[in-house]
Antibody, heavy 122, light 109 residues
Framework: EVQLSGSGGGLVQPGGSLRLSCAASGFTFGSYAMTWVRQAPGRGLEWVSTLSADGRSTYYAASVNGRFDISRNNYRSTLYLQMNRLTVEDTALYFC???????????????WGRGTLVTVSS | SYVLTQPPSVSVAPGKTAKITCAGDKIASKSVHWYQQRPGQAPVLVIFDDFDRPSGIPERFSGSNSGNTATLTIRGVEAGDEADYYCQVWDSSSGQIYVFGSGTRVTVL
């Protein structure tokens, strides 16, 4: 059974940093691209970032480009999202999700984790 | 950037059919995927590549894609189908590679 477990969320002040983790099991982690999607309170889904299976290709939404850094450790089956220079607009539930391809290109998300909440507030 | 437009809400009586639309420019040239998000839960993939169902998704869920509109159809609606539904495409023409629709709240009367 595929399982994705996000962690690392919490309350942080504007301008601060946070690192999210997503532990994966139940599939060959190193064979699939992985993606972060967020959902602000009461709002819809917003794509944040995608990382290819080999870790060489990264993609970021314009709203986070230059502030967030996606990475992975295929030996530990773990996905990360380093979030810097956070603003109140980054407040959201962050989901990690498994892509259906190794590249993350022309793909969909076939499994989602339960999400970890990030609150940016002074 | 590529935009997907969904109606904010759809109401349907139990046992009836719900149709949720997703409009986008020449969307038929893209693969459309649909996610169900029940309150307080993570999204679940219910349709991929326009009309394919993942294992475990009931046959009541079906999809189509033509022209400028993709449609998710739920036949024999049940109380457990009450959720938000999002369409999604992958778009290489802009930096937003995963594009989600705004979501449709399905209410079972």
């Amino acid at each position: 059974e595929v399982q994705l477990s996000g962690s690392g969320g919490g309350l942080v002040q504007p301008g601060g940093s946070l690192r999210l983790s997503c532990a994966a099991s139940g599939f060959t982690f190193g064979s699939y691209a992985m993606t972060w999607v967020r959902q602000a309170p009461g709002r819809g889904l917003e794509w944040v970032s995608t990382l290819s299976a080999d870790g060489r290709s990264t993609y970021y939404a314009a709203s986070v480009n230059g502030r967030f850094d996606i990475s992975r450790n295929n030996y530990r089956s773990t996905l990360y999202l380093q979030m810097n220079r956070l603003t109140v607009e980054d407040t959201a539930l962050y989901f990690c999700a498994k892509d259906d391809t190794d590249s993350g290109l022309d793909s969909h998300l076939d499994y989602w984790g339960r999400g970890t909440l990030v609150t940016v507030s002074s | 950037s590529y935009v997907l437009t969904q109606p904010p809400s759809v109401s349907v009586a139990p046992g009836k059919t719900a149709k949720i639309t997703c409009a986008g420019d020449k969307i038929a040239s893209k693969s459309v995927h649909w996610y169900q998000q029940r309150p307080g839960q993570a999204p679940v993939l219910v349709i991929f590549d326009d009309f394919d169902r993942p294992s475990g998704i009931p046959e009541r869920f079906s999809g189509s894609n033509s022209g400028n509109t993709a449609t998710l159809t739920i036949r024999g609606v049940e109380a457990g189908d009450e959720a938000d539904y999002y369409c999604q495409v992958w778009d290489s023409s802009s930096g937003q590679i995963y594009v989600f629709g705004s979501g449709t709240r399905v209410t079972v009367l």
